[in-house]
């Protein structure tokens, strides 16, 4: 039985990780599987606003009580049972994702840094609606997200990676890299 690619995404906030998963979606038929999914969704059910704050919150909450590789665990099983080839985890923040995916035996994990200057992803996040509050975001707003639990952990794990991404160009120069990514996985 092959393995399955999973390729997770460390970057900070509106570093392209998410421009990088839509296109491994679309170009190469991958299954893209958000950490953040099974948290906005219990903020839709509880009616409480999906932002970066009740995000972390919520999964610091999930991490104090169920375990530090909770929504990791989660999201392996996903995978395992997926008929996909190929997986992109657009935002892995934590040691525990990494650690819980690197050793899972029926994949094969990746882990790719995206660097990405922090002005340019401040002047990406604003522009953006992901978030209720993305676009009326302050520069000193944005400089405390990257203090929440959810996003400390992130520069040690890119240094961790044993791919790196630049995106502080275009679209088409962050499409280049990763279709290089992509061939390089393949191939092995």
Not at 88 to 103: A, F, H
Request: aromatic letters at 6%; charged letters at 30%; one cysteine or more.
């Amino acid at each position: 039985m092959k393995k399955k690619i999973v390729i997770g995404l460390a970057g900070m906030i509106a570093s392209g990780k998410d421009t990088i998963a839509d296109y491994v979606k679309e170009k190469y038929d991958g299954q893209n599987v958000s950490f953040s999914q099974p948290l906005r969704d219990i903020l839709n059910r509880i009616f409480l606003p999906i932002n970066r704050v009740n995000l972390s919150k919520l999964a610091q909450s999930l991490i104090d009580t169920y375990g530090g590789d909770v929504l990791s665990h989660t999201i392996t099983e996903e995978i395992k049972v997926d008929s996909k080839e190929i997986f992109i985890l657009p935002n892995i923040r934590r040691e525990s994702d990494y650690v819980c995916l690197i050793n899972e035996p029926l994949i094969d994990f990746v882990l790719v840094g995206v660097n990405t200057d922090v002005r340019v992803c401040y002047d990406r996040l604003v522009q953006r609606n992901q978030n209720v509050d993305d676009q009326t975001k302050t520069w000193d707003q944005f400089q405390k997200d990257l203090q929440l639990s959810t996003e400390v952990g992130i520069a040690d794990l890119i240094k961790k990676s044993s791919y790196h991404i630049n995106n502080n160009g275009t679209k088409e120069e962050l499409f280049i890299q990763v279709d290089k990514l992509i061939a390089e996985l393949k191939a092995k």
